[in-house]
Antibody, heavy 118, light 108 residues
Framework: QVHLVQSGGEVKKPGASVKVSCKAS????????ISWVRQAPGQGLEWVGW????????NYAQRLQGRVTMTTDISTSTAYMEVRSLRPDDTAMYYC???????????WGQGTLVTVSS | EILLTQSPVTLSLSPGETATLSCRAS??????LAWFQQKPGQAPRLLIY????RATGIPVRFSGSSGSETDFTLTITSLEPEDFAIYYC?????????FGQGTRLEIK
């Protein structure tokens, strides 16, 4: 069955970078993309971006444009999201999820809590 | 950016009743509307995609519909105790993908 397993929680200082991983199994990795969605404490869902595991095409939310980079390693079926110049309001649970261009996310990782604090 | 507005913010009902949740888009989203359920401490779960198609394993008491190209409804009949959660709508017709602010379904 499909599984997405994310890396563990991180605590970072403002201005630092964080890289979260998402290892997929149970399906053909390159036939789907990976979305990243975050959720600040007590808040709703915010789409961060999407990457095609087939050709590496990306699309990022305007709010994080320039600070976020998504990549994939098809040899290990792993997706990565890096956020640079972290700010306290980047504190959130970050989820990866399997999805396609016009198909919503049907399998989700367990989430990675990123805390940004001085 | 397409804005999705969900109503009500909170819905208080009893088990066995029917819940009706609404989602209004700021423009036509070509039926690329999905609904997710989220329980505390858990990742979201896909319920409905393309307005009215149930995701794998979703009970038939969950159904989606549209009243127009911008107005959408999630209906949950015969509420079970495990249905009390937060529900989000999502559009992916146009980048960026956007979510509604959520409707909290609570036990009355």
């Amino acid at each position: 069955q499909v599984h997405l397993v994310q890396s563990g929680g991180e605590v970072k200082k403002p201005g630092a970078s964080v890289k979260v991983s998402c290892k997929a199994s149970g399906y053909s990795f390159t036939t789907y993309g990976i979305s990243w969605v975050r959720q600040a404490p007590g808040q709703g869902l915010e789409w961060v971006g999407w990457i095609s595991a087939y050709n590496g095409k990306t699309n990022y939310a305007q709010r994080l444009q320039g600070r976020v980079t998504m990549t994939t390693d098809i040899s290990t079926s792993t997706a990565y999201m890096e956020v640079r110049s972290l700010r306290p309001d980047d504190t959130a649970m970050y989820y990866c999820a399997r999805g396609r261009w016009l198909q919503p996310e049907d399998y989700w990782g367990q989430g990675t809590l990123v805390t940004v604090s001085s | 950016e397409i804005l999705l507005t969900q109503s009500p913010v909170t819905l208080s009902l009893s088990p066995g009743e029917t819940a009706t949740l609404s989602c209004r888009a700021s423009q036509n989203i070509n039926r690329y509307l999905a609904w997710f359920q989220q329980k505390p401490g858990q990742a979201p779960r896909l319920l409905i995609y393309d307005v009215s198609s149930r995701a794998t394993g979703i009970p038939v008491r969950f159904s989606g519909s549209s009243g127009s190209e911008t107005d959408f409804t999630l209906t949950i009949t015969s509420l079970e105790p495990e249905d009390f959660a937060i529900y989000y709508c999502q559009q992916r017709s146009t980048w960026p993908v956007t979510f509604g602010q959520g409707t909290r379904l609570e036990i009355k």
